[in-house]
């Protein structure tokens, strides 16, 4: 039996081509699988970042006690408190000016002379006037001196029955009329005397003196212009004369803050010619009544002058500077006080549920429910409580540029929230979760500061 022979089984060896393939195949079913990975987990964190709830960011504050000055801020201009204008009583060419702008004059020192050349007629007329009902008043009483003789030989005669009633009362009419004549020539005298007088009281205001102490402010003419009297139409102002030992300030103050301001309230006045510098000084005058602009548009503006004496005027001041003055009105020590910022308002209404009827009725109604018990908007602050926004109802007094004072619904040291302004007002409610952090304004300040 002869043997057959079997031929020896090689293992298998694969082509470096065939294992490059399967370690690509590895790599991409690793990457999917990485991918998976990533894409779970998003998905898992998108779904508990939304279950958690949005945390505002604010800026708070401690409440504290304060001293609290609550003040009225006004613009005007300064002016003298003392100013008196001059203007010329008749009409007539300007002959002499001695003094200009800026000049000081005296009580009694003479600023203005005015042409007399046209009373010097007026002067004539009026003397002969006089001297003819001098004359007629001579005449009238010879002529009585006459008729009293007549009458008195008359009334001897008709004692004696030698003359009959009718001469009597002939002789008695001619004496009553020409003493009549006699109180008529008076009246006359005496209404020419009156005439002189008033031409000479208007020749002496062609001179016009100074009537106070001061300085001559404003001139506006000049030797040999014309100026109009006072007596028919408003007249010429030639000058003004102030006394600048004495400034005040007038300053405008609106309707809705001039019953805060009162007498003696002290001011704090800034004079943009001296912008270094803080006068003093303190209400000593409130018009009663107003000064009103654009009356009858919507622009329209109601204010009433108020006067501010300065007193601690040690520099010069001149009419006409431009000011602005912090008048004083109220100050309140060691009050409880918080940002003004932190104070906003809330509108609530009373209104309950639909009522019944149609759709459009039950709008109808609720908007008109809303509208009839709509609520006065309510103070409130935001107060921090275990980090979460609480809304607080205040009741609040005077305030100042930065603080205002809260007589109700606060208490000392609660932490009060002063910032974001849009936080404040818009997206904080009662009960909000919030996340504190002071450190922003603090960044701000020191980018602003450049340090």
């Known amino acids: 039996m002869s043997e057959t022979s079997t031929p020896l089984q090689t293992p298998s060896v694969q082509s470096p081509v065939n294992m490059k393939k399967k370690k690509k195949k590895s790599r991409k079913k690793l990457l999917w699988i990485l991918g998976l990975l990533l894409a779970a987990i998003i998905v898992i964190a998108v779904v508990i970042s939304s279950k958690k709830e949005n945390l505002i ?16 801020t006004a ?22 000016l001695p003094f200009k702008e800026g000049d000081e004059v005296n009580k009694g020192d003479l600023l203005v002379k005015i042409k ?21 008043l001579k005449t009238s009483e010879v002529n009585l001196r006459k008729f009293e003789l007549e009458l008195q030989r008359i009334k001897e005669l008709y004692n004696k029955g030698l003359a009959s009633q009718s001469d009597l009362d002939n002789a008695q009419l001619n004496y009553d009329q020409t003493l009549a004549q006699i109180n008529t020539n008076s009246a006359q005298i005496n209404q ?26 404003q001139l ?34 609106g309707e809705t803050d001039v019953t805060l301001v009162n007498i003696g309230d002290t001011a704090k006045i800034q004079i943009d010619a001296f912008p270094d510098k803080i006068f003093t000084g303190y209400v000593y005058e ?22 501010i004496r300065v ?33 906003t308002t809330r509108e609530e209404f009373k209104g309950n549920g639909m009522s019944e009827g149609s759709d459009n009725e039950n709008l109808k109604r609720e908007s008109e429910e809303k509208q009839s018990k709509k609520i006065k908007p309510k ?63 603090k960044k701000n300040f020191k980018t602003d500061d450049g340090n």
Do not use: H, W
């Not at 005027?313 to 006409?320: K, S, W």
């Open 57 to 72: 960011t604010v800026q708070t504050e401690k409440i504290k006690t304060r001293n609290i000055t609550q003040i009225v």
């Open 379 to 441: 103070e409130v602050v935001f107060i921090i409580d275990n980090n979460s926004a609480k809304k607080t109802e205040i009741k609040t007094g005077i305030s100042d540029d930065s603080y205002i004072e809260v007589t109700e619904g606060v208490k000392e040291d609660q932490e009060v929230v002063k910032g974001t302004f849009k936080a404040i007002n818009k997206e904080l409610e009662d009960g909000s979760k919030v996340k504190v952090d002071n450190e922003i304004k």
């Open 192 to 217: 020419q005397r009156t005439g002189m007088s008033k031409i000479k009281y208007d020749i002496s205001k062609t001179t016009i003196y100074s009537p106070i102490n001061g300085t001559v402010t």
């Open 116 to 136: 007399q050349d046209a009373f010097a007629p007026q002067l004539l007329e009026q003397n002969a006037a006089i001297k003819v009902a001098e004359s007629n």
């Open 311 to 343: 007193i601690n005027n040690d520099v010069e001041l001149r009419p006409g500077m431009s000011c602005t003055v912090d008048i004083e009105v109220e100050k309140k020590m060691n009050v409880l006080s918080v940002p003004i910022q932190s104070v």
């Open 220 to 253: 506006n003419n000049e030797t040999g212009e014309k100026v109009l009297g006072t007596i028919s139409n408003q007249g010429s102002q030639i000058m003004t004369i102030s006394d600048l030992s004495k400034m005040e300030c007038q300053v405008e103050v």
């Open 286 to 307: 409130i018009a009663n009544t107003a000064k009103s602009k654009g009356i009858g548009t919507q622009d329209e503006v109601v204010n009433f002058v108020v006067k």
């Open 75 to 96: 613009t005007g201009k300064i002016q003298s408190e003392t100013e008196v204008n001059i203007s010329a009583e008749i009409s007539g060419e300007i002959v002499s």
